[in-house]
T-cell receptor
Framework: RKEVEQDPGPFNVPEGATVAFNCTYS??????FFWYRQDCRKEPKLLMS???SGNEDGRFTAQLNRASQYISLLIRDSKLSDSATYLC????????????FGIGTKLQVIP | GAVVSQHPSRVICKSGTSVKIECRSL??????MFWYRQFPKQSLMLMAT?????????EQGVEKDKFLINHASLTLSTLTVTSAHPEDSSFYIC??????????FGDGTRLSIL
């Protein structure tokens, strides 16, 4: 089983739709979780951190489910500008920090 | 927000050349810097993690003598691809973080070896 798994998509959704992505992780000791957005041929940019209590930023909501070992990202009222690849990042801190990226989920918002 | 500068953004050079990429944190102290490589349509793959003043920790399968990392200060890390070959052509991205904070990425360096 991969350490971090994401459905690569693509998810093609109409403008205004609500879309959700999940990301599962295999190491239950993982401590920090983030969602990044990556546009084509660009560097990833931090979208939001993910907490057990949930985290909401405008149209974006991130959740962490430790029992089932997954994080989720919900995008409401999708905009054309939301089209990108969304990467989940899982961090394990031990002797040294281990950072693992998911493969990314591609979202295409259609007019 | 935190800014990480990566230079150069694009390199095209002949096989056998050594290429140096710089990564600077401009407005915060980067206690840890990461170097990633991304091939087309693939995820970011962590190459190595470096803490200021310490030797870098390389991921399995990454040759430390091939990819030399120096993290001499809290704001600068360098990656040198020694004797680069066409198979080293890729998108290299650095990131930096201060303790307890998320990573912030540089713009990336697109390396093409002819």
């Amino acid at each position: 089983r991969k350490e971090v798994e994401q459905d690569p998509g693509p998810f093609n959704v109409p403008e205004g739709a609500t879309v959700a992505f999940n990301c599962t992780y295999s190491n239950s000791a993982s401590q920090s979780f983030f969602w990044y957005r990556q546009d084509c041929r660009k560097e990833p940019k931090l979208l939001m951190s993910v907490y057990s209590s949930g985290n909401e930023d405008g149209r974006f909501t991130a959740q962490l489910n430790r029992a089932s070992q997954y994080i989720s990202l919900l995008i409401r009222d999708s905009k054309l500008s939301d089209s990108a690849t969304y990467l989940c990042v899982v961090i394990l801190t031990g002797g040294y920090q281990k950072v693992t990226f998911g493969i990314g989920t591609k979202l295409q918002v259609i007019p | 927000g935190a800014v990480v500068s990566q230079h150069p953004s694009r390199v095209i050079c002949k096989s056998g050349t050594s290429v140096k990429i710089e990564c600077r944190s401009l407005d915060f102290q980067a206690t840890t810097m990461f170097w990633y490589r991304q091939f087309p349509k693939q995820s970011l793959m962590l190459m190595a993690t470096s803490n200021e003043g310490s030797k870098a920790t390389y991921e399995q399968g990454v040759e430390k003598d091939k990819f030399l990392i120096n993290h001499a200060s809290l704001t600068l890390s360098t990656l040198t691809v020694t004797s680069a070959h066409p198979e080293d052509s890729s998108f290299y991205i650095c990131s930096a973080r201060d303790q307890g904070e998320p990573q912030h990425f540089g713009d990336g360096t697109r390396l093409s070896i002819l």
